[in-house]
């Protein structure tokens, strides 16, 4: 069992950059692969980014590709999420995502591939 908190959300202006963290406990952040989700008002909750145990592989989705980067300390237990360049329809509540993964360099995108999830921080990014 792992327990997700997620930090760092809240409200900024369009162009500007915002870093999440998720902190873990329970078990060492390096036994999981990890990823962050988020769900705008009236959407599905969708992948954003993905980091394998190692961080040597990460996925991103189309929408954010060159504006987030996730990364990972193990040492300290936590992934981070850096977003720059904010947009309006950036606005949504992320999510930090863990799985178990036995392959160092696995990727996971899909929402259903992971067991363990945050309770949530909201990102509100104003025009």
């Known amino acids: 069992q792992v327990q997700l908190v997620e930090s760092g959300g809240g409200l900024v202006q369009t162009g500007d950059s915002l870093r999440l963290s998720c902190t873990a406990s329970g078990r060492t952040v390096s036994e999981f692969a990890m990823a962050w989700f988020r769900q705008a008002p009236g959407k599905e909750r969708d992948i954003v980014a993905a980091?394998?145990?190692?961080?040597?592989?990460?996925y991103y989705t189309n929408d954010v590709k060159g504006r987030f980067t996730i990364s990972r300390d193990n040492a300290k237990n936590t992934v981070y999420l850096q977003m720059d360049s904010l947009r309006p329809e950036d606005t949504a509540v992320y999510y930090c995502?863990?799985?178990?993964?036995?392959?160092?360099?696995?990727?996971?995108?899909?929402?259903?591939?992971?067991?363990?999830w945050g309770q949530g921080t909201q990102l509100t990014v104003s025009s």
């Open positions: 995502a863990a799985r178990l993964s036995y392959g160092s360099s696995s990727v996971f995108s899909r929402g259903d591939s992971y067991a363990y």
């Open positions: 980091i394998s145990r190692s961080g040597t592989n990460t």
